[in-house]
């Protein structure tokens, strides 16, 4: 599994998925539930790869020089 979230996505996946993940939080009953979809982006952020990117074929990551 390489990594195919590149720094900007990663931060806005990241804070995406803390915004959404405070409804879970603040909002009571059923709005409360919809706020876990938050994990999603925030997990993808925090481990650098999508598999959505995989099947769509996306890379955001800066490539890797060669030596």
């Not at 990663?10 to 405070?22: D, Y």
């Not at 409360?32 to 650098?48: D, H, Q, S």
């Amino acid at each position: 599994m390489s990594s195919n979230v590149g720094g900007f996505d990663r931060v806005l996946r990241i804070a995406a998925g803390a915004i959404l993940l405070t409804f879970a939080v603040v909002y009571p009953g059923e709005e409360r539930w919809f706020g876990l979809i938050g994990l999603v982006p925030l997990a993808t952020g925090l481990f650098r790869f999508c598999p959505a990117y995989t099947l769509l074929g996306i890379n955001t990551c800066p490539l890797k020089p060669e030596a």
